[in-house]
């Protein structure tokens, strides 16, 4: 397993934009797919966008598709969730997670291992 810290949360207006972070320990943080969840109170932690370990493989969910980008920096061992066009739906925790390798569906919240603690991000109407 891998530590993660995420970063970057914070309050803001509809249509503005927020940067998310995610460092990761270890060695290894290139031989890991790496993805972005949120939680909204009340509702199930759903997948929110998803990076294989070789960067070659990208998904993201129906509502945040054109507005944010998933990527990785594999030198400072850290993963980013750009959000632009932020709506008041998007408000949640947001949560880094991890699993070792690629073998399996990056949309499946069961193949990873490995979470970081959360950052709030608030969008006001």
């Known amino acids: 397993q891998v530590q993660l810290v995420e970063s970057g949360g914070g309050l803001v207006q509809a249509g503005g934009s927020l940067r998310l972070s995610c460092a990761a320990s270890?060695?290894?943080?290139?031989?890991?797919?790496m993805a972005w969840f949120r939680q909204a109170p009340g509702k199930e932690r759903e997948l929110v966008a998803a990076?294989?370990?070789?960067?070659?493989?990208?998904e993201y969910e129906d509502s945040v598709k054109g507005r944010f980008i998933i990527s990785r920096d594999n030198a400072k061992n850290t993963v980013y969730l750009h959000m632009n066009s932020l709506k008041p739906e998007d408000t949640a925790v947001y949560y880094c997670?991890?699993?070792?390798?690629?073998?399996?569906?990056?949309?499946?919240?069961?193949?990873?291992?490995?979470w970081g603690q959360g950052t709030q991000v608030t969008v006001s109407s």
């Open positions: 997670a991890a699993f070792y390798g690629g073998g399996q569906n990056l949309a499946n919240i069961r193949a990873y291992d490995s």
């Open positions: 270890g060695r290894t943080f290139s031989s890991y797919s």
């Open positions: 990076i294989s370990w070789s960067g070659g493989r990208i």
